[in-house]
Nanobody, 126 residues
Framework: QVQLVESGGGLVQAGDSLRLSCAAS????????MGWFRQAPGKEREFVAA????????YYANSAKGRFTISRDNAKSTVSLQMNSLKPEDTAVYYC???????????????????WGQGTQVTVSS
């Protein structure tokens, strides 16, 4: 499995930007599609974005389109999520995930499949 560690969360105001990072170790990073998910208190986990192993194919949730950008650096074994124009409803714990699948399939990645990080808290105040 891949070990994942997220960073970059914090408290920001509505309209601000934040960049999350996820560092991977343990396996060949470039073999894995990577994804970001989030979970708000009292809500189910929600898919945010995913990227193919090469970085050529990206897939976004409707809530993320136009505001969030996923990217990866295979040389550094990192995946990032640039979040712009943040809204209070973006408040959640954000999780990084890895799996040998497609970005589209990452959308429905079961919690007991693939590899997951411990999460990083993002709080957007109004």
């Amino acid at each position: 499995q891949v070990q994942l560690v997220e960073s970059g969360g914090g408290l920001v105001q509505a309209g601000d930007s934040l960049r999350l990072s996820c560092a991977a170790s343990g396996r060949t990073f470039s073999n894995y599609a990577m994804g970001w998910f989030r979970q708000a208190p009292g809500k189910e986990r929600e898919f945010v974005a995913a990227i193919s192993w090469s970085g050529d194919n990206k897939y976004y949730a409707n809530s993320a389109k136009g505001r969030f950008t996923i990217s990866r650096d295979n040389a550094k074994s990192t995946v990032s999520l640039q979040m712009n124009s943040l809204k209070p409803e973006d408040t959640a714990v954000y999780y990084c995930a890895a799996d040998r699948t497609t970005p589209q399939a990452m959308k429905v990645l079961p919690p007991d499949s693939g590899s997951w990080g411990q999460g990083t808290q993002v709080t957007v105040s109004s």
